[in-house]
């Protein structure tokens, strides 16, 4: 990561932009995985995700700061998440490889 | 890491964002609506002769919802009464207010249930178009439990249940505690029908001149000699059940929940179709508890392979494992039924999409037809030794993950399937997903696994919620699982002259001497059994 810039932007499908710390999206190993190579995500800081609309990708956004906050805590609460995003969730989880699944590949 | 870095703030999104949105296919597949449904039919005014309709200086059309000979109008223009339409009659409506919520509980007249209407069908709604069907998540009614079955107007029950309610009536108004449902043939209970068995409370002796005396309910339940294949949940709620009696039916499972009825004394479970207990009974069988009559044989237990390897170590196991509080003091006896540990298998470890990563596997559980085949034996490992297996370590080491980590935040896989199964419309959401799987060009299943897991979610809500063994963490994703094999005993504890216990465990004789298998079950990959001391266990610190 040659930028030491703290943020990044999501992008999604309907022009929603929404700017989270990186350290907390890193824990998306699909995130990961656009920022590390030399795709342009990389220097511009900006993801696209056309798959997602803003409704969505502001959740997606949520968890990561809800994750990044309680990291290290005990007994966290269920972060809320309305009835009605709670199937796109489940597929939007499993695009951002926010589920519990190890990733056999060596560790870079 | 002194500093926090700030977090920003997102844009807040306009409210007016609409719910058909949030369901961008990622796939551009867009389902018909289904066909089954029982929402009314919608048709536009064209249908309508009353043509003095159509004059209107660009007033939109009207829109009906329903049958054609029970027409209301259904557009905005005409229920707020700012016309005289033509011969229609006056709409339909609960209140008198002029500016009702968009979407509101609804009485459909007709059917006598409160049903939630789409925005776009209720008499007062200003918008024409009408939202699609990925909508309807929102606008279900919530799912409520059962309505209570008790109610003789709707005898949809089939004798055998029928007539189990009947005893649990009489025994509710008679205030008896005894509730004998043997032998009535049942198959299923469904969910409600013992629901009122919480509420038996026995007839006060009350004699002259002794002070009344409230006494908990010891509420007794036979359910032997009957079909049923799988446990009648609404028991997890009898607080005060003291007695109950599955013997002979063809349980394949006893859920987790069981734990929680700590006021059970005698528990009879012989002559199912069983294959392990749930580690959750294991808070029935301790020193303190209550439980002083437990029959379990016959059931095809999964067994052990024949010789047991080296298995000293069994306490120092337990004590690193699941680090149990000191056990309850004892005022001068105590005797009661406990388990002594024999052996374990080795950990099969698992991910979210239930794919296991270890050589050892344990058999199904879940699916009926391979769960019906007999298991053979099962493989142990020695207390002294653990095999992670080589290859994992470093997905041990990686702090993000949630394999490695049970501290912190649950996944969000997790957190949406929670929702999902809370929701109470697990079923329809698992059958979206499959449908997503089946239209996805190529990948075939793409969602399969996504269906499954909220499957298992709402299996395991289903069973009464799930507690990782060692960490005591709630769970809808165990991700490791083994099993441990303990023989059930009595424990005779006696407390000396100087304070100091004295205590004797006798296995059970006859038919229940060999040991018997419990599920463990692990929130992540560092919530697994930790070697006895001796050996390396090959676990990484
Ligand atoms: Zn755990």
Request: net charge negative; charged share 25%.
């Amino acid at each position: 990561m040659a930028d030491a810039c703290k943020y990044i932007t999501l992008v999604s499908s309907d022009g929603y932009e929404f700017v989270v710390l990186r350290d907390a999206a890193l824990v998306s190993p699909t995130i990961k995985g656009m920022l590390r190579s030399q795709f342009t995500e990389a220097q511009t800081g900006r993801c696209t995700f056309p798959e997602f609309s803003g409704v969505v990708l502001e959740k997606v956004a949520e968890y990561f700061h809800y994750w990044h906050r309680n990291r290290d805590r005990e007994d966290v609460p269920d972060m809320e998440i309305p009835v009605e995003l709670c199937l796109v969730l489940v597929q939007a989880a499993d695009y951002f490889n926010l589920d519990a699944r190890p990733s056999l590949r060596d560790p870079a | 890491m002194a500093e926090e870095p700030e977090e920003p703030t997102l844009p807040r999104l306009p409210l007016s964002v609409p719910f058909s949105d949030t369901r961008k296919r990622l796939r551009s597949m867009e389902a018909p609506p289904p066909s089954t449904s029982s929402d009314p039919a919608v048709f536009s005014s064209d249908d309508d002769p009353a043509l003095d309709n159509y004059q209107a200086h660009g007033r939109r059309k009207r829109r009906y919802v329903g049958t054609w000979f029970d027409q209301q109008p259904a557009s905005s223009d005409s229920a707020l009464g700012d016309e005289t339409g033509p011969n229609y009659p006056p709409p339909r409506r609960n209140r008198a207010t002029p500016k009702p919520k968009k979407r509101e509980f609804r009485r459909q007249l007709d059917s006598g249930v409160w049903m939630g209407t789409d925005g776009a069908m209720t008499d007062t709604d200003d918008s024409v178009d009408l939202e699609p069907p990925t909508a309807r998540l929102s606008l279900l009614p919530p799912h409520d439990p059962a309505p209570l079955p008790l109610s003789p107007a709707r005898p949809r029950f089939p004798d055998e249940e029928q007539a189990a309610i009947n005893m649990i009536r009489r025994c509710v108004d008679n205030g008896i505690e005894d509730v004998d449902l043997s032998g009535l043939r049942l198959h299923c209970l469904s969910r409600g029908i013992l629901e009122p068995l919480s509420h038996i409370a026995p007839i006060p002796n009350v004699t002259k001149d002794v002070a009344f005396e409230q006494k908990d309910a010891e509420i007794k339940v036979f359910l032997s000699t009957n079909l049923l294949r799988t446990f009648p949940l609404d028991l997890l709620n009898v607080e005060h059940l003291t007695v109950l009696s599955l013997r002979h039916n063809r349980l394949t499972r006893i859920p987790p929940g069981i734990g929680k009825l700590k006021n059970l004394q005698t528990l009879n479970v012989a002559q199912n179709s069983l294959r392990f207990f749930p580690s959750e009974l294991l808070a029935l069988l301790r020193k303190g508890g209550k439980l002083s009559s437990f029959q379990f044989q016959p059931n095809p237990f999964w067994t052990p392979v024949a010789v047991p390897p080296d298995n000293r170590g069994a306490e120092d196991y337990e004590t690193r494992t699941f680090n149990p509080g000191p056990t309850p003091a004892v005022a001068s006896r105590w005797i009661g039924l406990t388990t002594r540990l024999q052996a374990r298998t080795p950990v099969e470890l698992t991910d979210s999409a239930h794919t296991s990563y270890t050589r050892f596997v344990l058999p199904q559980t879940t699916n009926p037809a391979f769960a019906a085949r007999r298991a053979p034996p099962l493989e142990l490992e020695p207390f002294r030794q653990l095999a992670t297996p080589r290859g994992l370590h470093h997905v041990l080491a990686d702090a993000a993950s949630k394999v490695a980590q049970p501290r912190g935040a649950k996944s969000l896989f997790e957190l949406a399937v929670r929702a999902c199964v809370r929701s109470g419309q697990a079923d329809w959401i698992a059958a979206e997903l499959r449908r997503d799987g089946e239209v996805g060009e190529g990948e075939g299943c793409w969602s399969a696994h996504l269906a499954e897991a909220v499957d298992r979610a709402a299996d395991i809500q289903r069973q009464g919620g799930l507690e990782c063994a060692v960490c005591g963490r709630e769970t809808s994703m165990p991700l490791a699982r083994w099993v441990e094999f303990r023989q059930v005993g009595q424990l005779d504890v006696l407390v000396g002259p100087e304070g100091v216990e004295d205590s004797r465990f006798m296995g059970l004789g006859g038919v229940s001497e060999g040991a018997v298998p419990f599920m463990m079950v692990g929130c992540s990959w560092r919530c697994v059994p930790v070697a006895a001391d001796g050996v390396d266990g090959g676990g990484s610190g």
